[in-house]
């Protein structure tokens, strides 16, 4: 393969060329039958646009992630378009100190504050707020009975799922709509592809949102409670050697996006593909036993996180290509998750299919999504209740499905439906 | 040959062949027992891989310890004295005919 070592050195007729010339990561529309048309022959190439080397089947994503040995994870949430020198000294005049902790950083880091965090983000943790789950989401429904038509997203998707990481953090009082603008921008800094301009603007509110995560903590210090933040604070108990503050603060600071923002954009996808199928609707309504595989089976079919990021930290060889140490890797998700080597007829949407739980979309190995049963647990209780309250709801004919525009996170920006069929 | 015999929640057990130095995780998943869901592919990062072994695993290897003990209280099947993380225990020719036994639950 060392022929095509060397990005950019490859005959313009083959087909890893070919892959990497037509590979348009910020652009959602057609991404799944991008990949389908390049996953059979070409497992890995590089992708000029951003300069990184794509993997696109299921079985080397998961070698992939599996391996922190040979990749490190530091890259997951470094801005893919640099920041200029101006928001990054701006950032440091308003004492922004956010530290990677978590999905960003390496062991033994990783394992001393994963080993912390999870003994509150955890399955059995979670289990004990499906009541307070089920109430919340019925309040967004009352809100929406007797009306005829709705956008799902505005009108349930996007709050909710906020108001879950609330929960978790103990908040009581504050607007969700401001910690969704707080994560939009964020995700469009360090995934999209912003101007110079739109930086300079967002960068004010990511510090704000970053002074916003420390009261919050502060606040805790005080008057603690029964949340998250009291927790890790509970935790460290003044020892700098199990968590530092400034961590505790990035722990928050993290979870304030990392919690809703990708539940948002599943949700979104989950009832666009039911909506477009009447008939995997109506099995839900009369068997709701059909549920969980249907969270699943949305979660494979479209990925609310499209595509993961490691840097090779040695020398590696991916499904036969050589990848120098210090090269950067895009693990495609989305492509792992219709790879037909793994899923019978991959590109069919089954809310009965047999295995949709070998998807990646949480990703896998050390940084396996500490939220995922908290997300599943969130799209089961939103569709039972949204199943069991609209069971004729249809979806509004014309409407042109908008995508969020950034290289990781994908979800409709929309979704009209009608309530009553 | 090692042997190891599953007992699943329902009741019914399965005999699959196991290659020592596999983890029980992996003889589980390659083998299609069901209810092992090991999500984070036995990288200690989910819990999700929880199995009761029997008594004689648990006297020779002794309980698990460390990082493996500490996620074991939050699997989603209570802890129990036999309990064990999958991905952490690796086959050995002696475990030959042992009994694993799946929780009712992973997630
Ligand atoms: C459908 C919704 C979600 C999706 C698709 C998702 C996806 C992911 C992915 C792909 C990763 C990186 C995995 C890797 O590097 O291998 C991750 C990590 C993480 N997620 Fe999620 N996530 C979701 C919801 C949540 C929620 C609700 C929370 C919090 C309550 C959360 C908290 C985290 C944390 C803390 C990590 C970092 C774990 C680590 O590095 O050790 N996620 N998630
Ligand atoms: S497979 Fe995840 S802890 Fe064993």
Redesign the interface.
């Known amino acids: 393969m060392s022929d095509f070592s060397v990005p950019g050195g490859q005959p313009a007729a083959c087909p890893f060329h070919a892959a990497g010339a037509n590979h348009e990561p910020f652009r959602h529309e057609g991404m799944y039958e991008f990949f389908a048309s390049v996953r059979d022959d070409v497992p890995v190439f590089y992708s000029p646009q951003i300069g990184y080397w794509v993997v696109t089947r299921r079985e080397d994503v998961?070698a992939t992630?599996?391996d922190?040995e040979s990749f490190s994870a530091e890259i997951a949430t470094q801005p893919i378009t640099p920041w200029p020198q101006k928001v990054l000294d701006y950032l440091k005049e308003r004492n922004f100190t956010n530290e990677a902790v978590q999905v960003a950083c390496d062991p033994p880091r990783h394992?001393r504050i994963?080993?912390i965090a999870?003994?509150f983000l955890?399955?059995?943790?979670f289990s004990f707020y499906e009541d307070a789950l089920r109430k919340l989401v019925r309040v967004y429904i009352d809100r929406i009975t007797g009306l005829d038509e709705v956008d799902l997203v505005d009108a349930i998707f996007y709050e909710f799922p906020a108001q879950v990481v609330f929960l978790l953090l103990g908040e009581t009082d504050f607007d969700p709509r401001k910690i969704k603008k707080w994560g939009d921008l964020r995700l469009n800094m360090v995934w999209g592809k912003p101007s110079e301009s739109e930086l300079e603007l967002a960068v004010h509110d990511l510090a704000d949102f970053w002074d916003y995560a420390c009261e919050l903590v502060e606040a805790r210090k005080v008057a603690p409670g029964d949340d998250y933040p009291s927790f890790l604070l509970a935790r460290r108990d003044g020892d700098d050697a199990v968590l530092t503050e400034n961590e505790i603060k990035s722990l928050v600071f993290g979870l304030l996006i990392a919690g809703h923002e990708t539940t948002t954009n599943a949700a979104g996808n989950l009832f666009l593909e039911l909506m477009k199928r009447p008939e995997e609707w109506a099995k839900i309504v009369r068997r709701p036993e059909l549920v969980a595989n249907a969270v699943e089976e949305g979660l494979r079919y479209a990925s609310s996180v499209v595509a993961w990021r490691r840097t090779a930290k040695v020398d590696v060889t991916i499904a036969g290509q050589d990848i120098p140490k210090g090269d950067r890797i895009l693990v495609a998700l989305a492509s792992a998750n219709h790879d037909g080597a793994c899923f019978d007829d991959p590109e069919t949407f089954d809310v009965e299919r047999r295995n949709p739980?070998e998807h990646l979309a949480?990703g896998?190995?050390?940084?396996?999504c500490l939220g995922?049963?908290l997300a599943?647990l969130e799209l089961k209780v939103l569709l039972e209740e949204l199943s069991a309250r609209f069971p004729d709801m249809a979806l509004m004919p014309g409407q042109e499905i908008d995508w969020t525009k950034t290289i990781s996170f994908r979800g409709p920006s929309q979704l009209r439906v009608r309530l009553r069929g | 040959m090692t042997t190891l015999h599953f007992v699943l929640p329902d009741g019914s057990s399965r005999d699959v062949p196991a290659t020592p130095g596999h983890s029980l995780m992996e003889t589980a998943i390659s083998n299609g027992v069901p209810g092992i869901?090991a999500?984070?592919?036995?990288?200690?990062?989910?819990?999700t891989c929880h199995v009761f072994v029997d008594e004689a695993i648990a006297s020779r290897l002794g309980g698990p310890e460390g990082?493996e003990d500490?996620?074991l209280?939050?699997?989603?099947v209570e802890r129990r004295p036999l309990s064990r993380l999958g991905c952490q225990v690796k086959i050995e020719d002696w475990m030959d005919g042992a009994t694993i036994t799946v929780p009712e639950t992973q997630?």
Do not use: K, Q, W
């Open positions: 998961l992630l599996r922190h394992t994963r080993m999870s003994r955890n399955v059995r943790r739980r949480f896998s190995g050390i940084h396996t995922a049963p599943r | 869901v999500e984070c592919a036995g990288s200690l990062a989910c819990a990082a500490e996620m209280d939050f699997a989603a997630v």
